[in-house]
């Protein structure tokens, strides 16, 4: 079955304390893999898009990168505006876009 | 801010009623999908128009109907509403297909009483 899986459901870190979130899915003919990042009643704004095996992107604190079976969203030194739930979706062959359950990043200062 | 606007951002009704959402995409894109999130649930696609045509179909109960006018705007129809109705309505649009980075409006956040 066609699936994405997010992991873990919830993370606390302190402020300062880098981690990873892990997004795996099984699929097959991955088409893109992409991040969002989502505020409480707000809409999922756009982070990274991944298209390949090895494929790496950055943006301020957070690294994403991608293997032929699961996607990770590093988070080094994060602030307490880094707190949110992060999606991933995964845009396979059968030209469907299935997205994760999100992992909630809390940050306390 | 994504370019794509929403209207109402806040609905409240009762069961049984009927309602109509709003979307407005970028400009220039031509794809509008429409999602459901209940409270702390996951993003539920509902259905995909491209350039005024229905292109794919998810999890939509038969209760909902939507449609792309030629000015690529579109609409969300839900009737005969339930309580269970109660949830966050997301629009994102795209250039095109799936596969190209969809960027979500702010939501329209819809309570049946």
């Known amino acids: 079955e066609d699936q994405v899986t997010q992991s873990p459901e919830a993370l606390r870190l302190q402020e300062g304390e880098s981690s990873s979130l892990n997004c795996s899915y099984t699929?097959?003919?991955?088409?893109?893999l992409f991040w969002y990042r989502q505020d409480p009643g707000k809409g999922p704004e756009f982070l990274f898009t991944?298209?390949?095996?090895?494929e790496e992107k950055e943006k301020e604190r957070l690294k994403a990168t991608l293997t032929k079976k699961e996607s990770f969203l590093h988070i080094t030194a994060p602030k307490p505006e880094d707190s949110a739930t992060y999606l991933c979706?995964?845009?396979?062959?059968?030209?469907?876009?299935?997205w994760g359950a999100g992992t909630k990043l809390i940050i306390k200062p | 801010d994504s370019g794509v606007t929403q209207t109402p951002k806040h609905l409240i009704t009762a069961t049984g009623q009927r309602v109509t959402l709003r979307c407005s995409p970028r400009?220039?894109?031509?794809?509008v999908y429409w999602y459901q999130q209940s409270l702390d649930q996951g993003l539920q696609f509902l259905i995909h128009?491209?350039?005024?045509?229905?292109?794919a179909k998810g999890n939509i109960l038969e209760r909902f109907s939507a449609q792309q006018f030629p000015d690529l705007h579109s609409e969300l129809n839900l009737s005969s509403l339930e309580l269970g109705d109660s949830a966050l309505y997301f629009c994102?649009?795209?250039?095109?297909?799936?596969?190209?980075?969809?960027?979500f409006g702010p939501g329209t956040r819809l309570l049946v009483l």
């Open positions: 994102a649009s795209s250039p095109g297909q799936p596969q190209e980075t969809q960027y």
């Open positions: 400009s220039g894109d031509l794809s």
């Open positions: 128009y491209y350039n005024g045509e229905e292109r």
């Open positions: 699929v097959s003919g991955l088409r893109g």
């Open positions: 991944l298209y390949s095996a090895g």
């Open positions: 979706a995964v845009y396979y062959s059968n030209y469907q876009l299935i």
